[in-house]
């Protein structure tokens, strides 16, 4: 059975939630110095780093529909595969690093209840540095049909902002969207014991896409 947001229209982009605070006042005055660049150069020259700037969140804030693939357990962002370390408890944790160029809207791994959304404060180094354990993350709980799952949002030295999208309590699909980390960042997923891990350090994943379990 495909997944609901399977039945979307292919090549469909729009743009994330949560974006507005960033990209409302960047595109506002994109257009505002393209329409005063006819009366005078000095609006023209400040026109040209404007609207790259204006194009450029437009990039980074889009939000493409998905075909949501088959799987236990499915990426919950794009971008690549940082390190995959076992777990004191059994569990796996495959993090996945999101640089400036991914998309940056985050999606469930798995079909469940969101049973826990807990925002930690930190600090904002790299999010490819080991001190980035120690930054502003949100750390998500799912109940699903393989027990417990965790999630971790981090920011980055760029990312400062972690919007969640769905409140504990709430029942997701798996492959919904359900936040948004803002720039580059990284997101951590708890595989539990006894699920193997198909995907490799280096390898590139796209949210609702990329299987990172293996039958």
């Given at each position: 059975?495909?997944?609901?947001?399977?039945?979307?229209?292919?090549?469909?982009?729009?743009l994330a939630r949560g974006a507005s605070p960033w990209l409302l006042p960047t595109v506002a005055t994109a257009a505002v110095s393209l329409a005063r660049s006819r009366q005078s150069?000095?609006?023209?020259?400040?026109?040209?780093?404007?609207?790259?700037?204006?194009?450029?969140?437009?990039?980074?804030?889009?939000?493409?529909?998905?075909?949501?693939?088959?799987?236990?357990?499915?990426?919950?962002?794009?971008?690549?595969?940082?390190?995959?370390?076992?777990?004191?408890?059994?569990?796996?944790?495959v993090a996945i690093f999101m640089s400036p160029l991914n998309v940056h809207v985050n999606r469930a791994p798995l079909a469940g209840t969101v049973t826990s959304v807990e925002h930690?404060?930190?600090?904002?180094?790299?999010?490819?540095?080991?001190?980035?354990?120690?930054?502003?993350?949100?750390?998500?709980?799912?109940?699903?049909?393989?027990?417990?799952?965790?999630?971790?949002?981090?920011?980055?030295?760029?990312?400062?902002?972690?919007?969640?999208?769905?409140?504990?309590?709430?029942?997701?699909?798996?492959?919904?969207?359900?936040?948004?980390?803002?720039?580059?960042?990284?997101?951590?997923?708890?595989?539990?014991?006894?699920?193997?891990?198909?995907?490799?350090?280096?390898?590139?994943?796209?949210?609702?896409?990329?299987?990172?379990?293996?039958?």
């Open positions: 059975m495909p997944h609901s947001q399977s039945s979307a229209p292919r090549g469909r982009v729009r150069g000095r609006w023209a020259a400040v026109a040209v780093p404007t609207t790259a700037l204006a194009a450029g969140m437009l990039w980074f804030f889009r939000d493409p529909e998905r075909e949501i693939a088959q799987g236990r357990v499915i990426s919950p962002a794009d971008g690549v595969v940082q390190s995959i370390m076992p777990w004191k408890d059994g569990r796996t944790r930690i404060p930190g600090g904002f180094v790299p999010a490819f540095n080991k001190e980035s354990e120690n930054n502003e993350r949100v750390v998500w709980h799912f109940d699903t049909e393989l027990g417990d799952i965790e999630m971790v949002q981090i920011a980055g030295a760029v990312a400062r902002r972690i919007v969640p999208y769905v409140p504990q309590g709430t029942k997701v699909e798996q492959g919904e969207r359900i936040g948004l980390i803002r720039f580059g960042s990284r997101v951590d997923v708890y595989l539990p014991e006894g699920v193997e891990v198909a995907v490799e350090v280096g390898q590139a994943t796209t949210a609702g896409v990329t299987r990172l379990d293996r039958d």
